[in-house]
């Protein structure tokens, strides 16, 4: 299994920053892609950023030329930095991390991965 810890949320003002974390953790997987998702409360949870294992990039159109999403592939982390941060930015943040792991100890099978981390709060506010 993998395990998805985020961090770096907090209370930020408005035209703020802050830089998100996400480390993966875990045997035997491999993350294709990893991703930013939010979600406010009688929300669905949107797409914020996401980045594939050859570093291609997608964002949401209300994040684009403020959030930067990157990787570090050694390390299994994903990182957003969020500049000039607005009011309507706040929300809970999730890490997505998608790709395949092995199950089972003495005859292994290969899954597809679809891993969440527990969420980090973003609150923009003055």
């Known amino acids: 299994q993998v395990q998805l810890v985020e961090s770096g949320g907090g209370l930020v003002q408005p035209g703020g920053s802050l830089k998100l974390s996400c480390a993966a953790s875990?045997?035997?997987?491999?993350?294709?892609?990893m991703g930013w998702y939010r979600q406010t409360p009688g929300k669905q949870r949107e797409l914020v950023a996401a980045i594939t294992s050859g570093g291609i990039t997608n964002y949401a159109d209300s994040v684009k030329d403020r959030f930067t999403i990157s990787r570090d592939y050694i390390k299994n982390t994903v990182y957003l930095q969020m500049n000039s941060l607005k009011p309507e930015d706040t929300a809970v943040y999730y890490c997505n991390a998608e790709g395949t792991y092995y199950s089972g100890t003495y005859n292994p099978v290969l899954r597809a991965l679809d891993a969440w981390g527990q969420g980090t709060l973003v609150t923009v506010s003055s």
């Open positions: 875990g045997s035997r997987f491999s993350i294709n892609a």
